[in-house]
């Protein structure tokens, strides 16, 4: 069954780096997506993507978040500037975009800010 | 705006017995509704979801959710439980918007399973 995929598994990173999440989603998946979950707390979306564009971000979401779809497979969350409140399990995410469909979820990258 | 209430934050069950873990939801139309199950350390396993027609869904794992639009639930049961079910377990609500789907996640309840 294909699966979506993420690298790193984890990611230690020093507060102030850039980070750079990757997703492959479902090859023939249109739509992509990004999830946050603090350790204890439930999973929060971030944003949606379709078609090079941002379809929706959330709150969390602000200047320091961006994503990329920068070839036909990947499926990027770059973290500007990390903050130690940005240590969370990150989800990616997608769709086909059919009704009905589901949203399959990678494995996710554990991202520890110190 | 949807969201997902998950009442129970903790629960315990004997090996063999029964399990029900509730969920209810707001949503202004009809929604997408999810079962998630999360085992420590791992990602998102889909364990059912309904979207349309009947509203008793059946999963892996033995389990399955009944949709009741008139008390905005949708509560995961199984019959008997195995150690193995011990997981957080996470009910989400989809919102569509055209074709992409937003989901929204409940607080997620522990199961914790004693022999």
């Known amino acids: 069954e294909p699966e979506v995929t993420q690298t790193p598994s984890h990611q230690v990173t020093q507060m102030g780096q850039e980070v750079i999440l990757r997703c492959v989603p479902i090859s023939n998946h249109l739509y992509f997506y990004w999830y946050r979950q603090i350790l204890g707390q439930k999973v929060e979306f971030l944003v949606s993507?379709?078609?090079?564009?941002?379809?929706?971000k959330s709150e969390i979401f602000d200047d320091q978040f961006s994503v990329e779809r920068p070839d036909g497979s990947n499926f990027t969350l770059k973290i500007r500037s990390t903050k130690l409140e940005d240590s969370a399990m990150y989800f990616c995410?997608?769709?086909?975009?059919?009704?009905?469909?589901?949203?399959?979820f990678g494995p996710g990258t554990r991202l520890t800010v110190l | 705006a949807q969201s997902v209430t998950q009442p129970d934050i903790h629960i315990t069950v004997s090996e063999g017995a029964s399990l029900e873990l509730r969920c209810n939801y707001s949503?202004?139309?009809?929604?997408?509704l999810f079962w998630y199950v999360q085992s420590p350390g791992q990602g998102l396993q889909l364990l059912l979801k309904?979207?349309?027609?009947?509203?008793l869904v059946q999963g892996i794992k033995g389990f399955e959710a009944e949709f009741k639009r008139s008390q905005s639930s949708f509560n995961l049961r199984k019959p008997s439980v195995h150690w193995s079910d011990a997981a957080e377990y996470f009910c989400a609500v989809g919102a569509r918007s055209g074709g992409y789907q937003k989901v929204t996640f409940g607080t997620g309840t522990k199961l914790q399973v004693i022999p």
């Open positions: 993507f379709y078609n090079n564009e941002i379809s929706e």
């Open positions: 309904y979207f349309s027609g009947d509203t």
């Open positions: 995410a997608s769709t086909m975009g059919l009704r009905g469909d589901t949203q399959y």
């Open positions: 949503y202004g139309a009809t929604p997408y």
